[in-house]
């Protein structure tokens, strides 16, 4: 059986394959010449292109660094002070025609009108006081920044080293800064060239108090802007909005060495609200918080959500310009903080929008 199995096995066969036959619109189809398109290619106007206002909206939220503003004597502050004199001099005249009165009428009443005015005269001098200290302790820290400035330069190590040893002092009651100042005291006479010694000094020393000035920017923002997307009234929007900013910028200067009284606090926030009046507001739109939230959600969710993150933008726009006054030394060592890097946390569809422009 095996046999003729083998028998009847097919044998090789041989296959002879042709070559495949050429169309004839192949041959007779002449090559195409290369040509120009520069007379059929239309360009896209820039005022029509949504990348570009996109990209500028984007470009905008950047805010130039913020710069404290200078100080001149002017006719409303004379007139300002001539009127707190007089007014002064009126309080003091009531409150002495009111002990008289009190000790015509009894003894023990002009004294206990004395001791009153004894104890709220000297409370009020101490907040004067403190209030003085906390003024001239904020142009101590832009004293500081310009010497640090301009001890930067080439050739001035020992300007940056009396430089140094003075934001060590300012900073030797912040435990964040511990580590730097250990790290610093190490390597004391050991870096000659004075720029370099800055830029150690800003990172030892700075870093960990950029990460928390970050984070109270950060959390500021996400407060405003829930707040804001879910109160019924825009006067609450407006007060809580001036509540956080002056909070956060009253931390961001007890952050960096700072301790302002209410005096101090308000010309901090003078010099914010004027650095962004003249910066200009958020130049962000429509279109701009659409494609930041995906393709119209928030005008499908609620015009409130929209609201809530520019409001929560402005915020942290607010934040980075009491940074930068707050801060005593320039961004140099440091990358400076931009309202790019809040936008992934304040919006959920920022990620995909800057990737999707960066593509």
Known sequence: MNDDFKDRRRKPAAFPVTPEERTPRAEQQPRRAPASFSD???????AEDPFIETTAAIEA??????????????????AAGAFGILLSLAIGLWIDRLVRDLFSRADWLGYAAVAVVAIGAVAFLIVIARELTGMMQLTAIQALKADILEAAGPGKTKAARAATSRLVHLLAANPRTAKGRARLAQTEGEIIDGPHLLELTERELL??????????????????????????????????????SARMIRAMAELYGGRPGTLGLLRLMR???????????????????QQVLGHGLASKLSARLGEGVINGLMTARIGIAAMDLCRPMPFRALKRPGIGDFLADLTPGAARAESSLDG
């Open 40 to 46: 059929k290619v239309a360009m896209t106007p820039d």
């Open 61 to 78: 939220l950047d805010l130039p660094e913020a710069q404290p503003r200078r100080r001149r004597l002017s006719f409303g502050k004379v």
């Open 207 to 244: 870093a960990p108090l950029d990460r928390e000035a970050r984070r109270i920017i950060l959390a500021a923002s996400k407060r405003v802007s829930i707040v804001t997307a879910v109160s019924p009234r825009a006067l609450v929007d407006l007060g809580y909005v001036l509540y956080e």
């Open 271 to 289: 010099d914010v609200i004027a650095h962004l009046a003249v910066t200009g507001s958020i130049a962000v739109g429509d279109s701009f918080i």
